[in-house]
C-alpha cells in the first residue's frame, strides 16, 4: 500500500498531565561558617524514606513546515510538590516546595520509514532552567539561624532521542538530557520515555516515565570573594499520564 507523507501525519501536539514520584536530596558544605549550612541534610537515598513528590507537566511539540522529517521544537514545564520535616534545624512545620524545570529545545532528526513503523533517531539542543532548595546559615556557631531558599540554574540542554510512530495511532519516544549549567559545567543527567495512543484523530492518552539525577557546586560570597560553599545532589523519579490534542 501507499505510504503516508510527512504531510499526512499529525504536525503539532500539545499535552497536559499529572506526575507522581519519589525525591532524593543531599547538601554538604565545603567550607564551615559560612553561608551554607555546617552540617550535612539529607532524606531519601538509602538514609530515610524519598519525599513523594506530585505534581504536573505540559508541553508542545511541533514538525518545522518544510523540514517536518528533519526539525522538530519542543517545549515543556513540570513542577512537582515535595515536604519533608527537618525538627533538628528548628522547623516546627513541615518543609514544602516545588521543584520545577522548563526546557526549549530543537530537535534534529533523520526520519527512515520502515513498513507501518516511522523511526526518527535525533539530537535534542536547548535551553533548561531549573532550581534547587538551598539551606544557609546567619549569624555565629553559638547563635545561628537558618532559613532555605531557591537557587535557580540555567543552562543547556542536549542529548540524544529516538521517536517511533505506528500508524498514526501509536507514537512515543525515549532519550537522555545532559544539562550544562550556565553553559559550560555539566551537572545533570535525565532519561525520558513516553508512549502515546490515539484514541480519536485529534485525541490521545499518553504515559511516561522521567529520571534526573544532578550535582551542583555552590558558589557564594564567602570571605570576600566568590568561592565554593557547598554541594548540592539530588535526584527524582517520576511517572506521567495524561491527555493531549494533535492536528
Excluded: C
Amino acid at each position: 500500500k501507499p505510504k503516508k507523507s510527512s504531510g499526512d501525519s499529525p504536525w503539532l501536539r500539545a499535552q497536559a498531565g499529572l506526575a507522581i514520584g519519589g525525591y532524593h536530596y543531599h547538601q554538604e558544605p565545603t567550607v564551615l561558617q559560612g553561608p551554607i549550612f555546617d552540617y550535612p541534610i539529607t532524606f531519601g537515598g538509602s538514609e530515610t524514606s524519598a519525599a513523594t513528590s506530585p505534581g504536573f507537566t505540559i508541553s508542545a511539540a511541533m514538525e518545522v513546515p518544510g523540514v517536518r522529517d528533519n526539525l522538530g521544537v519542543r517545549a515543556s514545564y513540570r513542577s512537582v510538590l515535595y515536604r519533608m520535616e527537618l525538627p533538628d534545624l528548628g522547623f516546627d512545620e513541615p518543609i514544602s516546595d516545588w521543584l520545577s524545570n522548563v526546557q526549549l529545545v530543537g530537535v534534529g532528526r533523520h526520519t527512515m520509514e520502515l513498513g507501518d513503523f516511522k523511526v526518527q533517531p535525533g539530537l535534542r539542543l536547548g535551553i533548561a532552567i531549573d532550581d534547587f532548595l538551598t539551606f544557609q546559615q546567619r549569624g555565629t556557631t553559638l547563635q545561628r539561624t537558618v532559613d532555605y531558599g531557591p537557587l535557580v540554574v540555567t543552562g543547556l540542554s542536549t542529548g540524544p532521542e529516538v521517536a517511533i510512530a505506528w500508524t498514526d495511532k501509536v507514537f512515543g519516544h525515549i532519550g537522555l538530557d545532559f544539562g550544562l549549567a550556565n553553559f559550560t559545567s555539566y551537572y545533570s543527567l535525565g532519561f525520558d520515555m513516553e508512549v502515546a495512543y490515539a484514541f480519536k484523530d485529534n485525541l490521545y492518552a499518553f504515559i511516561g516515565t522521567d529520571m534526573t539525577r544532578r550535582s551542583l557546586g555552590v558558589y557564594m560570597d564567602f570571605e570576600g570573594k566568590k568561592q565554593q560553599v557547598g554541594t548540592l545532589e539530588d535526584h527524582i523519579n517520576l511517572y506521567t499520564l495524561g491527555l493531549g490534542w494533535q492536528m
